[in-house]
């Protein structure tokens, strides 16, 4: 079993940026971060390989989101810089503990392991 622990979220105003973190308590692959509104589905964000030199964003945060990923650590990060109004929403860390090379993981079914959330609130 693998926990998955996210911190970073909180309150800040539109344009402003956080930094989010998600440390797994063992080894692995693929991860990613997703995130769900009041009322919304939860959907994807950004995903990052197991090497952590490929990476994949949502239109919605392309250009102002950077995944990237400390392997000694075993934590992936989630820079957010011009946060606006709708990226407010709990932000979900996934994990695989499955090695997929360079593939990249970007459906809720293709992980297996979730951290419990931190919320991000933008206000405008």
């Known amino acids: 079993q693998v926990q998955l622990v996210e911190s970073g979220g909180g309150l800040v105003q539109a344009g402003g940026s956080l930094r989010l973190s998600c440390t797994a308590s063992g080894r692995t692959y693929a991860m990613s971060w997703f995130r769900q509104g009041p009322g919304l589905e939860r959907e994807f964000v950004a995903a990052i390989n197991s090497r952590g030199g490929i990476a994949n964003y949502a239109d919605s945060v392309k250009g102002r989101f950077t995944i990237s990923r400390d392997n000694a650590k075993n934590t992936v990060y989630l820079q957010m810089n011009s946060l606006k109004p709708e990226d407010a929403a709990v932000y979900y860390c996934?994990?695989?503990?499955?090695?997929?090379?360079?593939?990249?993981?970007?459906?809720?079914?293709?992980?297996?392991?979730w951290g419990r959330g931190t919320q991000v609130t933008v206000s405008s």
């Open positions: 996934a994990a695989q503990n499955s090695d997929y090379g360079s593939r990249l993981l970007i459906r809720i079914a293709e992980y297996n392991y």
